[in-house]
């Protein structure tokens, strides 16, 4: 049975600016806003949408990632719903994916057998909410060949960009690859359209481009393919600014994040905590899904001057223990113990984080599994920190997966609870 729309989900890229984050697993599978990864906020959109035939195309370190799909993400095949992970399997020869485009010609066999009428090739480490059926019905309007998602940025953020140029009816006229003069959108002289790596295809045109990509060694859309075919096809840039869904407020309309740095994924997560955040993830009307977690709910022991357990303006996932401590502007995944007398400030914790006694921990993400010892300082001395730790641009303190602490600074923990 043919589908309206088959979505093609890229998650095999190396997240190379992420690290060390992305040393031990794919960028779509970090950890993001406590209790998500990164490749749930594309497949919410795509199965809040009503597309339920989602291919997830891995390839890098992909092991969590297939786990966590495996163990949360599953639709009723019984109904021609599926979201299958496919890995690189060198279907057309030797090599593994080589670009955007290159992963779609490897795996062109999904897409005839499930015989969609559009294609959504899609990225699948950012964060934003949209429905997508609302940009298939602006590509049908237009009777586009290819359709691109745009968000509008100011113009002198757009250098870091794909930049996208258009004519008034917003008919793709060049693509620019990190331009350092960026072209501005048509009567908005201030910005500039930035692509979000997301497109609509007719099946049919698809096919007729990947075919021309793989004759002239062509292998990612947007830096090679997509100004190469604007003369013989009609590419569309869509307004991601149009698009609605339902509880979404004013603020957040156009919000998306490519949180594919240190510094863009902390502050992105820092917004999270925010009394009334921009990108809120209590929208029931279009929720964030992710895996169940079998944890038992958040404690909050001591209510001793001194030795309180308290967390203010916090994101706590289930399994959290702050005990006697506290923890403020801060984001803990499941699981974390943070033990008495203790301090976290402005910081990302991940699952299984266990932080001993009389510990000052601020501005750090602490990866997962890691166990800080008892009297530990970190994010004070950052010239200190940057010899045993990874430090960003921004000075943020990185703490990778599985990290042995060994602190001078340690103490007895004591009695611990």
Known sequence: MAAPVLAMVLAGGRGERLQPLTNVRAKPAVLFGGRYRIIDFVLSNFVNSGVYRINVLT????????????????????????????????????DWY???????????????????????????????????????????????????????RPIQDCSSLGVIQVDRQWRVTDFQEKPSTPSPIPGEPDMGLGSMGNYIFNTHILRQIIRFAHENDLHDFGRDIIPRILQDYKVYAYDFRTNQIPGMTEAERGYWRDVGTIDSYYESNMDLRQVSPIFNL??????????????????FVFDDDGRRGMAIDSLVSEGCIISGSLVRNSVLSPN??????????????????????????????????????SGEVIGYDLEQDSRKYHLSPGGIVVIAKHTQICSESASDAGDSR
């Open 282 to 299: 209590y929208n029931s009307e279009w929720p964030i899904r992710t895996t169940p977690t079998q944890a038992p709910p958040g404690k």
């Open 336 to 373: 974390v113990f943070v033990h008495s007398y203790s301090s976290v400030d402005d910081s990302i914790v991940m699952s299984g984080v266990d932080i001993g006694r009389n510990c000052r921990i601020r501005r750090a993400i602490i990866d997962k599994y890691v166990k800080v010892p």
């Open 59 to 94: 390839q890098f370190k992909s092991d969590s990632l297939n786990k966590h799909l495996h163990d949360g993400w599953y639709l009723n095949r019984m109904l021609g719903h599926f979201i299958d992970t496919i890995p690189a399997q060198m279907r057309t020869g030797r």
């Open 98 to 152: 080589r670009g955007t485009a290159d992963a779609i010609y490897q795996n062109m066999n999904l897409i005839d057998d499930t015989d969609p009428d559009y294609v959504a090739v899609f990225s699948g480490d950012h964060v934003y909410r949209m429905d997508v059926m609302q940009m298939v019905d602006y590509h049908h309007s237009k009777r586009a060949d290819v359709t691109i998602s745009a968000v509008p």
